[in-house]
């Protein structure tokens, strides 16, 4: 089945710089790979999400890459905000739709000001 | 994710007892799922139903029943014979075309 790694577990960062969080995945077939934002205690909210066919997808600050040759993906946030600091998950899903997504352990992003 | 509820918030058991945690939704999606989430362990697959009637064990369907008699609706119900039931427990659908999971807001289960 899916395995998705993610790195790193935890991540501190200034307020401005950019953050990178990386995740692999292991099945070649996965074609689906969402990012949640989690803050304590809340459930996670989809906050961007890449389809095998696309390698790169921005939204104002947050952007994914896909490698599909390498399986892996990543998260990038520019000019970091206190407001971003929260776990992040990544997660990997194949076809058919409505396939359950298997999920990376998360990252602790802390950004301070 | 709004139209996603789970109740109740903040739940107590004791040792072998059954308890049901309570997932309805009003999006009219046709895949439910239930995760378990412990700290530093991410979210884990219970279990998942893509259709009325019908479910599939995920990766850690010891200890845990579920049903789906209605579409909106996907109760999990917490055995005695799950040994270590303390967690966060997340429920979540998707449409039946699309991929993008919305998640509940949560259990938050206590063994006593």
């Known amino acids: 089945g899916e395995n998705v790694e993610q790195h790193p577990s935890t991540l501190s960062v200034q307020e401005g710089d950019s953050a990178v969080i990386k995740c692999t995945y292991s099945?070649?077939?996965?074609?689906?790979f969402p990012w949640y934002k989690q803050e304590l205690g809340k459930r996670p909210q989809l906050i961007i999400d890449i389809r095998s066919n696309v390698g790169e997808k921005k939204d104002q600050r947050i952007a994914v890459t896909l490698n599909k040759t390498a399986k892996h993906f990543s998260l990038h946030i520019t000019e970091t905000q206190p407001e971003d600091s929260a776990v992040y998950f990544c997660?990997?899903?194949?076809?058919?739709?409505?396939?359950?997504?298997?999920f990376g352990k998360g990252t602790t992003l802390s950004v301070s000001s | 994710d709004g139209g996603i509820t789970q109740s109740p918030k903040y739940l107590f058991r004791k040792e072998g007892q059954n308890v049901t945690l309570s997932c309805e939704q009003n999006l009219n999606h046709d895949a439910m799922y239930w995760y378990r989430q412990d700290p530093g362990q991410g979210l884990r697959l219970i279990y998942y139903?893509?259709?009325?009637?019908?479910?599939q064990k995920g990766d850690i369907a010891e200890g845990y029943s579920v049903s789906r008699e209605k579409k909106e609706s996907f109760p999990l119900t917490v055995t005695s014979a799950q040994k270590n039931p303390t967690a966060f427990y997340l429920c979540?659908?998707?449409?039946?075309?699309?991929?993008?999971?919305?998640f509940g807001p949560g259990t938050r289960l206590t063994v006593l």
């Open positions: 139903s893509q259709i009325v009637n019908d479910f």
């Open positions: 979540a659908s998707t449409s039946g075309m699309g991929d993008t999971q919305y």
């Open positions: 997660a990997a899903s194949m076809k058919p739709a409505g396939t359950a997504l298997i």
């Open positions: 099945d070649s077939a996965s074609n689906y």
